[in-house]
């Protein structure tokens, strides 16, 4: 049978609520043109984020009822303790509420002032945790992970050679740390193959680096290696998990998203010393070491969550249902980034509207027209979120993308069909599209809170006058 179905049955479902474009132009113009000020209930899709929005299984909601909610001692952190070291046998496993928790915490410890982090590509929540400490967050991704275009199976996997050229030129007493995020959510949810883990693994031991995994989408990147790294096509996926770890000193994990559940993450690591300092800055912003910043029923949902995301029978329809998006959108005429990703396609709006520049956001241009036309909700990645320089000036981003991020377990194919023609219409009259301005931002994470304006609209070109028009009389 090639039909790919999902491989659950619906017990409870949650109602769509219809917007018409009339409607949803008044939700944008009171959301300044910003996808994350909109009311959620006025959207039909909701492609935001992978993170925190999977559906939870009957399991999953079984097991929150067993749930005990001691201060200390709690057998749900047992549940969850096993269930982790079970696929990540690290000696110090810490509970925090999400994954910047984590990397809050590990950051602490070990960055500060001339520190350097290096990673295939930081998550923007990482990066900034980094550089809130004073040390730089450096990327060193393979350089066909910056070509859209490029076919490589590995895309996510860090440049070796520079690797190595920039612990010299730095020297490894600056760099306490090098990590690798599974899959590379920045550069495409492209995964990272266990050969370049293993090299990855290798620099680190000559230069006594400690190696963490950012691990996010961990079984995401497994099943990737079982299906294109030949010698493990016939591994079980869970076995792959556990070699994926065994390279690594220590990882973060943000349970939003590859442990199915809408809220939760850990830190662990082997080193005892770390560890130590970590669950003693825990215990100040998070939380007692068995519970971090979660409920007992929290960890329970992990547990259980953690089970059921290795499943081969989920993982094929998991990866398979972001391919068919990809697929039916590359038929359609519309650049990606290829090959799909593991939780993701990312447009390449670069490309597909060349003519908005990228200080002009093509990105926010698609994800806002997208919006209008469809009620789809999608997350620009590019000069919007990256093009901020720490001086306050701004450059274009490498790529300028639209994420359409699936969450987990939650939309059927007959959704994905609609965000499909929906993209199709819009990519046959991309030409009216047209660029958008910031009004107002912050200085940090500008994204989340920036206003926009589109180019052309009369409110733009009436601030506009009304500037110059207060300069000429200042
Ligand atoms: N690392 C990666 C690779 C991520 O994708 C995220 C979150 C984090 C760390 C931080 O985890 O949200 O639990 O604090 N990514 C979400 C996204 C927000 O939409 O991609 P968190």
Redesign the pocket.
């Known amino acids: 049978m090639n039909t790919i179905i999902e491989p659950f049955r619906i017990k409870s479902v949650e109602p769509i609520r219809m917007t018409t474009r009339e409607e949803r132009t008044t939700f944008l113009e009171n959301a300044h043109y910003n996808l994350f000020a909109l009311d959620s209930e006025n959207v039909i899709i909701d492609l ?5 929005t999977s559906s939870m299984s009957a399991n999953q909601w079984a097991s929150v009822m067993r749930g005990d909610e001691s201060y200390a001692g709690s057998p749900s952190f047992d549940r969850f303790h096993k269930a982790v070291h079970h696929l990540m046998p690290f000696s110090h496993i810490i509970p925090t509420h ?6 809050k915490i590990l950051f602490s410890i070990i960055g500060g002032p001339g520190k350097y982090i290096l990673n295939n590509t930081h ?4 990066r900034a945790n980094i550089e809130f400490t004073g040390a730089e967050a450096i990327d060193l991704v393979i350089a066909e992970g910056k070509i859209p275009d490029s076919e490589h199976p590995f895309k996510g996997n860090m440049d070796i050679a520079r690797l190595e050229a920039f612990i010299k030129e730095k020297g490894p007493e600056n760099i306490p740390l090098v990590m690798l ?1 599974v ?4 550069g495409g949810g492209q995964p990272v193959s266990m050969e370049n883990i293993k090299e990855t693994k290798y620099i680190c031991m000559k230069y006594d680096i400690p190696l963490f995994l ?1 691990a ?2 961990f079984a995401e990147n497994a099943y990737f290696i079982k299906l294109r790294e030949p010698a493990y096509a016939n591994v079980k996926v869970e076995t792959i998990v556990q070699e994926m770890f065994s390279y690594a000193d220590g990882c ?1 994990m ?4 590859d442990a199915l559940v809408n ?3 850990w830190l662990a690591m082997n080193n005892p010393v770390w560890a130590e300092v970590a669950r003693n800055l825990l215990i100040l912003t998070e939380g007692f070491p068995t519970y971090g910043g979660l409920s007992g029923r929290d960890l329970e949902a992990i547990a259980v969550g953690l089970v059921e995301v290795v499943d081969e029978d989920y993982l094929h329809y998991r990866i398979s249902s972001t391919q068919y998006l990809g697929r039916h959108l590359t038929e359609a005429g519309i650049p990606i980034v290829k090959p799909a990703g593991g ?2 396609i990312y447009i390449d709006a670069r490309n597909m509207l060349p003519h908005i520049t990228p200080l002009e956001y093509p990105g926010q241009s698609l994800a806002v027209e997208l919006y209008l036309h469809a009620g789809i909700r999608a ?1 620009e990645i590019g000069t919007v979120m990256f093009g901020l320089q720490m001086d306050g000036t701004e450059k274009a981003a490498p790529m300028d993308l639209v ?1 359409l ?1 699936i969450p987990r377990r939650v939309y059927t194919q007959s959704h994905i069909d609609y965000v499909i023609e929906a993209l199709t219409e819009i990519n046959q009259n991309k030409a009216k599209l047209e660029g958008m301005k910031i009004v107002w931002q912050p200085k940090q994470l500008r994204h989340f809170s920036a206003r926009f304006l589109p180019i052309n609209s009369v409110q733009n070109q009436k601030e506009n006058f009304s500037k110059a028009f207060q300069a000429e009389n200042a």
């Open positions: 935001l984020t992978d993170s925190g999400q994954g910047r928790a984590a990397e998550f923007d929540t990482t995020t899959t590379n959510n920045s950012d996010c989408r973060t943000s349970a939003k998203k809220m939760g993450g939780h993701a997350c994420r991020a």
